[in-house]
């Protein structure tokens, strides 16, 4: 039986967390393959190793100078080399990083030292062997990850290591350029590599006691989610609840690999399980909520729209002429309504209205900045009526404006837009509607 374990940020963050995750590691044999994140925040005024890695690498950009910042991000590491008493120096590590800095290896490159190098003092520490990710995970040049290659090469190079552990978040493009996931990324090469070594669980350990409601920023001690699929996980990570990278069940989910998030300061708690399928009822009519920020509407109005054939291929073109992706698309008989992210929107708005102008000839366009997306998801609302007659009492009740409702057709979620400033609100009456009132 084999575990493969990641350690989020806010594990690593110290020597004393370190030494927190060696205990979770040393408790059981079946955690042979370790993926560590960099040293994340030590309180909520501290900066992630990863943030200090990109300042430091904008500084190389701009032809400034670097060294007093990169001495910084060696002082967090020698912190916890000291604070564990190892015999480890990272010298050597640190002057070729200065070298490669000079040389311009790249953003990515900077921003994959903070895995590499907790990934040494995890090694040494635990006594385990250091897989350097660049030789294990594969991007294709394009820049997609390359699954299929990366699933072999793993596979057997972590065959003949019984423990190893290997740093998240990165991996080489064919030419050994690294490559980063997006942020949050260490929980897909967790997932890759229970995939990789058929792992009987995929442990994702992190700073809360599993997947909560709602984000405990919003909600103050939110109810743990027990039992999650992962589909609904996706939908809730997608949309801002960052527990887990949105990407991360696809390699785990393919393999039918359960993730269990657990919480590195409260490791006898028993987490969220993340499974395929479950007949565990939650308690609640949803399994959980998230949102996000930063969405303008394009409202598209043009009489008979409805019987014009491929009226909505012509809108979206205008997107895609752009390269901006669409986030939801409400329509009805005469309108129709496109959601987009506003910092990706910003910029190019006269661009994509005199597209819409061009190709599809509209009545009118309408655009509405400052909106925010919350998904309401649970498995359960399928089989329960009423559900968005609750969302709707609930908000009105708490006087917000709901500006769009658009249900999936799996019945999975419904997804609300409100004005940024009606956010964590809406949120708050949707939580108090299902958990605390069940009404
Ligand atoms: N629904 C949710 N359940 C639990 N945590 C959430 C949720 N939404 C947002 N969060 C936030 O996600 C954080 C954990 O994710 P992250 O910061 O990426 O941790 P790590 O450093 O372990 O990778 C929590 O501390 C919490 O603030
Ligand atoms: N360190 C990277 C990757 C990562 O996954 O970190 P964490 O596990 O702390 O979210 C980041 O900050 O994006």
């Given at each position: 039986m ?8 806010s594990s690593?963050?110290s020597?004393?967390q370190?030494?927190?995750?060696g205990k979770?590691i040393q ?8 993926v560590?994140?960099?040293?994340g ?5 501290d900066?992630?190793v ?10 190389v ?10 001495m ?16 480890l120096?990272l010298?050597?590590?640190f002057?070729k ?12 490159y900077?921003?994959?030292r903070?895995?590499?190098l907790?990934?040494?003092i995890?090694a040494?520490?635990l006594?385990y ?5 660049a030789?294990?995970?594969?991007f294709e040049?394009?820049?997609t ?6 699933n072999?090469?793993l596979?057997?190079r972590l065959?003949?290591?019984e423990?190893?552990v290997?740093p998240g978040f990165y991996g080489?493009?064919p030419?050994?350029?690294i490559?980063t996931?997006s942020?949050?990324?260490?929980d897909?090469?967790g ?8 792992a ?5 350990w992190?700073d809360?006691?599993g ?6 920023r ?7 989610i027990?039992t999650?699929t ?8 997608y949309m801002?609840a960052?527990v ?16 269990n998030i657990?919480n590195t ?6 987490g969220?399980?993340?499974?395929e399928?479950?007949c ?6 949803i ?12 409202n598209i ?5 409805n019987s014009?054939v491929?009226f ?9 002429e752009?390269?901006?992706?669409f986030?939801?698309?409400?329509s009805?008989?005469?309108t129709?309504?496109i ?13 994509v209205?005199?597209a819409i102008?061009r ?12 909106l ?9 609302m399928k ?11 609930a908000l ?18 419904i997804?609300?837009g409100?004005?940024n ?17 069940q009404?």
């Amino acid at each position: 039986m084999i575990k493969v374990v990641k350690f989020g940020g806010s594990s690593l963050a110290s020597a004393e967390q370190f030494a927190k995750v060696g205990k979770i590691i040393q408790a059981d044999k079946e955690r042979r393959y370790v993926v560590p994140s960099a040293p994340g925040k030590r309180n909520a005024k501290d900066t992630k190793v990863t943030d200090m890695l990109y300042a430091c690498y904008a500084l190389v950009e701009a032809e400034e100078d670097f060294r007093v910042p990169l001495m910084k991000i060696k002082d967090r590491y020698d912190t916890i080399i000291n604070g564990l008493n190892l015999k480890l120096s990272l010298e050597e590590e640190f002057k070729k990083i200065s070298e490669n800095f000079k040389n311009k290896a790249g953003v990515d490159y900077a921003a994959s030292r903070g895995e590499y190098l907790n990934g040494i003092i995890m090694a040494n520490y635990l006594g385990y062997e250091f897989v350097d990710a660049a030789e294990v995970i594969s991007f294709e040049e394009d820049g997609t990850f390359d699954a299929e290659k990366t699933n072999k090469v793993l596979a057997e190079r972590l065959e003949k290591c019984e423990r190893a552990v290997i740093p998240g978040f990165y991996g080489a493009l064919p030419d050994g350029t690294i490559k980063t996931f997006s942020r949050g990324g260490s929980d897909i090469t967790g997932s890759i590599v229970a995939r990789a070594v058929h792992a009987t669980c995929y442990e994702n350990w992190t700073d809360v006691s599993g997947f909560l409601i709602a984000d405990p920023r919003i909600i103050k001690d939110p109810q743990p989610i027990k039992t999650i699929t992962y589909r609904e996980l996706r939908e809730l990570s997608y949309m801002g609840a960052s527990v887990l990278h949105e990407d991360a069940v696809f390699p785990v989910r393919k393999a039918g690999i359960p993730i269990n998030i657990r919480n590195t300061n409260a490791p006898d708690d028993e987490g969220t399980w993340i499974v395929e399928s479950t007949c565990h009822q939650s308690k609640y009519t949803i399994t959980g909520i998230a949102g996000k920020k930063g969405f303008v509407s394009v409202n598209i109005d043009k009489d008979m729209m409805n019987s014009e054939v491929g009226f909505g291929r012509k809108v979206l073109s205008a997107f895609e002429e752009n390269n901006i992706s669409f986030e939801h698309m409400p329509s009805g008989i005469d309108t129709m309504t496109i959601f987009v992210h506003q910092p990706e929107f910003e910029g190019k708005e006269q661009a994509v209205i005199s597209a819409i102008h061009r190709l599809a000839k509209p009545d009118s366009i309408e655009l509405e900045g400052d909106l925010a997306l919350i998904a309401v998801v649970g498995r359960g609302m399928k089989s329960t009526r009423g559900t968005a007659g609750r969302i709707f009492s609930a908000l009105a009740h708490a006087n917000i404006n709901v500006k769009m409702i658009d249900q999936g057709s799996s019945e999975l979620n419904i997804i609300i837009g409100v004005s940024n400033a009606d956010f964590e609100p809406a949120i708050r009456a949707i939580y108090d509607i299902f958990v605390e009132t069940q009404l």
